[in-house]
């Protein structure tokens, strides 16, 4: 896992999936000010990347989840993603919304599942774990018996880490914060006066820049 975790890092660098500005921040839309931007989208377009986190994904339920019976992608971000693991392990594919369509069906889950059937979730970014846990929380009204998560990057937020365990959910990340920034800053994208302000900001993000 240890080279997974450090070629995925690498691999979003590269393609600039993951931009890392701490002279020059970002302003996410919850009004925090920061030295990362991440759009793991971007790794669609590039074949070998997609096909990388494709087979790590693979790699990861194989080993830990060999007994799953349905892929859920999380929407929207985790649905291409989703679909290109569960064509590769021959499951069945849904993904969740993050509330229900407001006509036809009014459907929150998408697909065809049944109760009690063992489910992976695949998320493509964790932050504070809202949105990605709904997402189990709506899996689970459904009776379904979701086995556990799997994420493409965390940014590895004290307050998610105690939200997944509160829930009960094992989550995985392909990479994480920490790994990037070793790696940022072994291939140079970074200098190490930089690397100390990226610390700095994932102790205390709500305040960082201010």
Sequence with gaps: ????NKNTAVKLLQIKAIKLQPTNPFIWASGWISPIYCDNRKT??????????RDSFVK?????????????????GAIA?????????????????????GHGLQNIIEGDYKENQ???????LISTGGSSLKAVDSLRNANCN?????????YGFNNAITNF???????????????LIEE?????????????ALQQWRISPETWGK
């Excluded at 669609?44 to 986190?53: A, C, G, K, Q, W």
């Excluded at 194989?62 to 999380?74: C, D, H, L, P, R």
């Excluded at 940022?184 to 100390?196: H, P, R, S, V």
């Design 60 to 76: 990861v339920i194989k080993e830990k989840y060999a007994n799953a019976e349905v892929i859920a992608g999380v929407a929207t």
């Design 184 to 196: 940022a800053l072994k291939t140079n994208y970074i200098k190490n006066e930089e690397k100390i």
């Design 146 to 154: 979701v086995l556990g998560m799997i994420a493409i990057f965390s």
């Design 81 to 101: 993603i989703g679909v290109l693991v569960a064509q590769e392990l021959n499951l069945p594919f849904i993904y969740v919304r993050s509330e229900a369509k």
């Design 118 to 124: 063992k489910i992976v979730v695949i998320e493509d």
């Design 165 to 179: 365990e509160k829930a009960n959910i094992e989550l995985t990340t392909l990479s994480n914060y920490n790994i």
């Design 44 to 53: 669609l377009s590039f074949p070998d990347v997609r096909n990388f986190i």
């Design 1 to 4: 896992m240890e080279e997974i």
